[in-house]
């Protein structure tokens, strides 16, 4: 009678993360800080860049953009934008080393736009395109959502409703979370950030203060300096998403005491506490002084953008560093190779299509003849189908998933393992089931 090997699977499970259904595509958090796979400290430093507005893929001021040698670029989205830009979008950051975080800003001050963000993201046409780069992925869930009304109860709830939905979607990088408030209400974060990284299976999330702190708006330098040593206390995963000189109108002419940021300690206290930083942001706002440089280039980097990006000793160019890991362009595992075993008997092909709706076929090819068992896993490492191919001949032959269990209901969507084995060999591959 056919067995399958309970000794690989056990190594299987631990490869994907299963205790805990603790899987980590790529970069992952631990403690107050994000890592890449091997344990590799990833602090980041970067600029946010308006693609939705003006060139969707990014380019060319992602080039520009990587003359400072940043580590990550927040791409500002919206709702609107397509899967292909989208696409397009991520693939052109990864492709210069850096970390794309991707951002929705459809509920910028309007709570109730935050389930559309959710289901633009779990969209069955969005989705596929968060999959294909989780390795190197961080999703800022939806961009300052929420007025200064929204508290932390409410707060709590709804981003405890868009964690487990996008989880349950199969989407398992770090989720970057916004505070409310337009982005200001530190509190709210430091009240609720505890609990929703418990609330996360994955526990992979970011928190994103956005400092547009000036006095007129009832804040001074103290508080940036105190609030994020509060933060390191408590351990709380803090970046600050964004920052610029001032605050004010489209059409605030003249930086005051009033309404100036204290930008150079919002840096300062960055680098001496290990925290990330993102300046909003590199150009096109509808008033200059948001700018850091006038039309896009790094040849045009003026005032507070060229201290943020190049002179100041805490500037993007002095302190940021890329990954190995993105620069390397692969991820593997940590594994020892002596533990996995080499396949030799056979050759799976990547599952068509993938993610999948109705169904989805694997090809496999054996080099000799052997016993054939098509074994499906969901996301906690539970073994949801179970297929007896038999005895088959060498040569090519195909395998279909219709998406049921053993008893032949039918599986929710998210993501599953189909594990093949012939004779002695085992092969994995993930596959996305979109209902």
Same mark, same amino acid.
């Given at each position: 009678?056919?067995?399958?090997?309970?000794?690989?699977?056990?190594?299987?499970?631990?490869?994907?993360?299963?205790?805990?259904?603790?899987?980590?595509?790529?970069?992952?958090?631990?403690?107050?800080?994000?890592?890449?796979?091997?344990?590799?400290?990833?602090?980041?430093?970067?600029?946010?860049?308006?693609?939705?507005?003006?060139?969707?893929?990014?380019?060319?001021?992602?080039?520009?953009?990587?003359?400072?040698?940043?580590?990550?670029?927040?791409?500002?989205?919206?709702?609107?934008?397509?899967?292909?830009?989208?696409?397009?979008?991520?693939?052109?950051?990864?492709?210069?080393?850096?970390?794309?975080?991707?951002?929705?800003?459809?509920?910028?001050?309007?709570?109730?736009?935050?389930?559309?963000?959710?289901?633009?993201?779990?969209?069955?046409?969005?989705?596929?395109?968060?999959?294909?780069?989780?390795?190197?992925?961080?999703?800022?869930?939806?961009?300052?959502?929420?007025?200064?009304?929204?508290?932390?109860?409410?707060?709590?709830?709804?981003?405890?409703?868009?964690?487990?939905?996008?989880?349950?979607?199969?989407?398992?990088?770090?989720?970057?979370?916004?505070?409310?408030?337009?982005?200001?209400?530190?509190?709210?974060?430091?009240?609720?950030?505890?609990?929703?990284?418990?609330?996360?299976?994955?526990?992979?999330?970011?928190?994103?203060?956005?400092?547009?702190?000036?006095?007129?708006?009832?804040?001074?330098? *103290?508080?940036?300096?105190?609030?994020?040593?509060?933060?390191?206390?408590?351990?709380?995963?803090?970046?600050?998403?964004?920052?610029?000189?001032?605050?004010?109108?489209?059409?605030?002419?003249?930086?005051?005491?009033?309404? +100036?940021?204290?930008?150079?300690?919002?840096?300062?206290?960055?680098?001496?506490?290990?925290?990330?930083?993102?300046?909003?942001?590199?150009?096109?706002?509808?008033?200059?002084?948001?700018?850091?440089? +006038?039309?896009?280039?790094?040849?045009?980097?003026?005032?507070?953008?060229?201290?943020?990006?190049?002179?100041?000793?805490?500037?993007?160019?002095?302190?940021?560093?890329?990954?190995?890991?993105?620069?390397?362009?692969?991820?593997?595992?940590?594994?020892?190779?002596?533990?996995? +075993?080499?396949?030799?008997?056979?050759?799976?092909?990547?599952?068509?299509?993938?993610?999948?709706?109705?169904?989805?076929?694997? *090809?496999?090819?054996?080099?000799?003849?052997?016993?054939?068992?098509?074994?499906?896993?969901?996301?906690?490492?539970?073994?949801?189908? +179970?297929?007896? *191919?038999?005895?088959?001949?060498?040569?090519?032959?195909?395998?279909?998933?219709?998406?049921?269990?053993?008893?032949?209901?039918?599986?929710?969507?998210?993501?599953?393992?189909?594990?093949?084995?012939?004779?002695?060999?085992?092969?994995? *591959?993930?596959?996305?089931?979109?209902?």
């Amino acid at each position: 009678m056919f067995k399958w090997n309970s000794s690989f699977l056990i190594l299987f499970l631990f490869i994907f993360g299963f205790s805990h259904a603790q899987e980590y595509p790529g970069f992952r958090v631990k403690g107050r800080h994000l890592y890449a796979p091997e344990d590799e400290l990833v602090i980041l430093r970067g600029v946010a860049n308006p693609n939705i507005w003006y060139q969707k893929s990014g380019l060319p001021h992602y080039n520009e953009i990587d003359d400072i040698n940043a580590n990550v670029i927040r791409i500002v989205w919206e709702i609107s934008g397509s899967a292909n830009d989208l696409d397009s979008a991520i693939t052109n950051c990864i492709a210069l080393d850096m970390i794309p975080m991707i951002e929705c800003h459809d509920a910028t001050g309007n709570w109730s736009m935050l389930d559309n963000v959710v289901d633009y993201w779990t969209s069955e046409a969005i989705l596929p395109i968060l999959i294909k780069h989780e390795a190197y992925l961080l999703l800022n869930i939806a961009n300052e959502a929420g007025d200064g009304n929204i508290r932390a109860t409410a707060f709590n709830a709804g981003y405890e409703a868009a964690i487990q939905q996008i989880r349950n979607a199969g989407v398992h990088v770090p989720l970057v979370i916004d505070a409310p408030d337009w982005g200001k209400n530190i509190n709210v974060l430091q009240a609720t950030g505890p609990g929703l990284i418990e609330f996360d299976p994955d526990h992979n999330l970011i928190f994103s203060i956005h400092m547009w702190w000036p006095k007129m708006y009832g804040y001074d330098e *103290q508080d940036i300096i105190d609030e994020i040593a509060e933060s390191v206390e408590m351990e709380l995963p803090l970046i600050v998403g964004e920052f610029s000189q001032m605050h004010g109108q489209c059409n605030t002419d003249v930086i005051t005491d009033n309404n +100036s940021i204290a930008y150079l300690t919002i840096i300062e206290q960055c680098q001496l506490n290990q925290m990330g930083y993102i300046a909003w942001s590199w150009f096109g706002n509808c008033n200059p002084f948001w700018d850091m440089c +006038s039309d896009g280039t790094y040849a045009t980097l003026y005032d507070w953008g060229l201290e943020v990006a190049v002179t100041d000793p805490n500037s993007i160019q002095n302190t940021s560093v890329r990954p190995d890991y993105i620069l390397n362009g692969n991820w593997e595992t940590s594994i020892p190779e002596s533990t996995v +075993s080499i396949p030799a008997e056979f050759e799976m092909a990547q599952a068509f299509p993938n993610p999948f709706n109705a169904s989805t076929e694997i *090809q496999y090819t054996l080099s000799k003849s052997a016993d054939v068992q098509f074994l499906i896993f969901d996301i906690q490492g539970r073994l949801v189908q +179970s297929l007896n *191919q038999g005895r088959q001949s060498e040569g090519r032959h195909l395998i279909r998933w219709s998406g049921h269990d053993h008893s032949g209901a039918v599986v929710p969507s998210g993501a599953y393992f189909c594990m093949i084995q012939s004779g002695h060999e085992q092969q994995v *591959q993930k596959l996305m089931l979109m209902k």
